[in-house]
């Protein structure tokens, strides 16, 4: 499985952007589709995942309310729209897939079985 994210870009406090990564394929079977990111210094943190056969979603504490995942089953693609951006919110955004047993999986890169490469966000005046 192949992942390809785009989407980010330089932002102001307070704007939005949205984040979309094509997949070759989805997995067979359950899995999900996740955003993690990463800022400098810092690990890998899970943001968000979609569970594409059921919509079910899990947001991490830190963006619910101002991120929501999405998924185009038709096109392979996973969105994700984030509104509301802050400072924090400044990391390099992953994509990655794997197979889903629980809402855990969403917050550890180890269960991810593939990534795409990341693309840059930054929020800042």
């Known amino acids: 499985v192949q992942l390809q994210a785009s989407g980010g870009g330089l932002v102001q406090p307070g704007g939005s952007l949205r984040l979309s990564c094509a997949a070759s394929k989805f997995l067979s079977g359950s899995f999900a589709l996740a955003w993690f990111r990463q800022a400098p210094g810092k690990e890998r943190e899970g943001v968000s995942c979609?569970?594409?056969?059921?919509?079910?979603?899990y947001y991490s504490d830190s963006v619910k309310g101002r991120f929501t995942i999405s998924t185009d089953n038709d096109r392979n693609t996973v969105y994700l729209q984030m509104n509301s951006l802050e400072p924090e919110d400044t990391a390099l955004y992953y994509c990655?897939?794997?197979?889903?047993?629980?809402?855990?999986?969403?917050?550890?890169?180890?269960?991810?079985?593939?990534w795409g490469k990341g693309t840059q966000v930054t929020v800042s005046s």
């Open positions: 990655a897939t794997g197979y889903y047993h629980s809402d855990y999986i969403c917050t550890k890169s180890v269960f991810m079985d593939y």
């Open positions: 979609i569970v594409p056969t059921d919509g079910h979603t």
